[in-house]
């Protein structure tokens, strides 16, 4: 099992390209829809605690699927694959070509996989809102976090703990309505 | 040996404040190459491209690249480890206190709110890089400011729009490429990249 949790997440280590949003569809398809691992609640759940924990998103949620599979050190192989493609591919280019990131061809590529990747997350992004954006509620949560977002240089940290917050608070003034 | 134990310490550092994901590590690298003379920003700047066009986490990347730089393959080695230690103790604690607290109300309640919250951090995020990769609007944070400053450079990549429409096709809409791996699009838009010239060199 730690063998197979080091396998797989190398394998998404290989094909996620940017940060750790990009790994979300490949992430959909290896952990949620192949070896159902994990729901795509929990994974949104470990996006949401990855953005507001240090560390880089990617390996968060690495640790956190691979702790949930096999404990401390299931936590630690998942980590270990997703850097280990970094490791070799980054190692081996900055030996041999300086200006990796100035071929012409390099950039090209790049530019067309930039396209592709917002594409596929925007794709996980609509499957994703359909399990997260359940009433009236958290359609208003979500529009009012994205806009935040993308209009205000505020840390990501602060909408984490403010929807959290405003998730307890409406749940409790339900359950005082109900009464 | 001094030098690897620092190179440790100040990617644990990094990994330790740096909140948020990859990017946010950049301010962390910079100060590092600023502090201790291993690296120009210039150097710094190069490694964020590299480590933005190879397979990995944009993170994960830099940290190894950085490493390299200063220290060989035992150097990338230490300061990809040391940015991932604080990450893994913490998610750890975090991972045992749910599992303690999962049939918890508060606990619940409060990833009712948090869920959509995380997705409209994501689609933000998504959103405002399709924007400048294709509209060529750009959005940072400038200064004191709370707002984001916009600036658009005047340039529409339509060639990007017709991929991303594409791509959107294939992907959602044909019953035949729907459930196709997504490295199969990454690896085709790649090639499309080249032939067609999307970065313009």
């Known amino acids: 099992m730690l063998w197979e949790l080091f396998l797989t997440f190398a394998k998404i280590g290989v094909m996620t390209f940017g940060g750790g949003m990009a790994m979300l569809p490949i992430l959909e398809r290896e952990i949620v829809q192949n070896k159902k691992w994990a729901t795509e609640e929990e994974l949104v759940d470990y996006f949401a605690i990855g953005q507001c924990t240090p560390g880089i998103i990617a390996v968060n949620t690495a640790t956190f699927i691979g702790q949930k599979k096999k404990g401390v050190l299931g936590g630690i192989a998942a980590t270990l694959g997703v850097v280990f493609p970094s490791l070799i591919i980054i190692t081996v280019l900055a030996g041999l070509i300086t200006n990796f990131a100035h071929l012409a061809w390099v950039q090209n590529a790049f530019a067309g996989i930039q396209v ?13 809102l359909k399990k997260s954006v359940v009433d009236k509620r958290t359609a208003v949560i979500f529009a009012l976090v994205l806009l935040g977002s993308m209009l205000l240089s505020v840390s990501p940290v602060w909408f984490v703990l403010l929807s959290a917050l405003s998730g307890i608070v409406l749940k409790a003034l339900e359950g005082r309505e109900a009464k | 040996m001094t030098l690897y134990l620092r190179l440790y310490w100040e990617f644990f550092k ?17 100060d590092i190459g600023a502090t201790t003379g291993w690296f120009t920003q210039t ?45 893994i103790v913490v998610i750890l604690i975090v991972a045992a206190m749910l599992a303690k607290f999962r049939d918890s109300k508060v606990v619940a309640d409060a990833f009712y709110g948090l869920r959509p919250a995380s997705t409209g951090l994501i689609g933000a995020a998504c959103a405002g890089v399709l924007l400048q990769v294709i509209a060529g609007i750009t959005s940072a944070s400038a200064g004191e400011s709370l707002l984001m400053k916009f600036s658009w450079d005047g340039a529409i990549n339509w060639r990007g729009i017709v991929l991303a429409l594409a ?23 790649a090639v499309i990249g080249v032939v067609f010239r999307f970065a313009g060199v």
Not at chain 1, 116 to 128: D, H, P, Q
Not at chain 2, 18 to 23: E, T
Not at chain 2, 49 to 67: H, L, R
Not at chain 2, 173 to 189: A, E, N, Q, R, Y
């Open chain 1, 116 to 128: 592709c990747v917002c594409v596929l997350i925007l794709n996980a992004v609509l499957k994703l």
């Open chain 2, 14 to 30: 990094t990994g330790l404040f740096a909140i948020g994901g990859g990017m946010a590590t950049l301010p962390f690298l910079k």
């Open chain 2, 167 to 189: 791509l959107l096709f294939f992907t959602r809409c044909v019953k035949k490429t729907k459930d196709l791996h997504p490295i199969v699009f990454i690896g085709i838009s």
């Open chain 2, 43 to 87: 150097d710094l700047m190069n490694m964020l491209a590299v480590s933005e066009s190879t397979p990995g986490p944009v993170g994960i990347n830099m940290a190894t690249y950085v490493g390299y730089t200063v220290a060989g393959v035992p150097g990338a080695i230490i300061a990809t480890i040391g940015e991932v230690t604080p990450s």
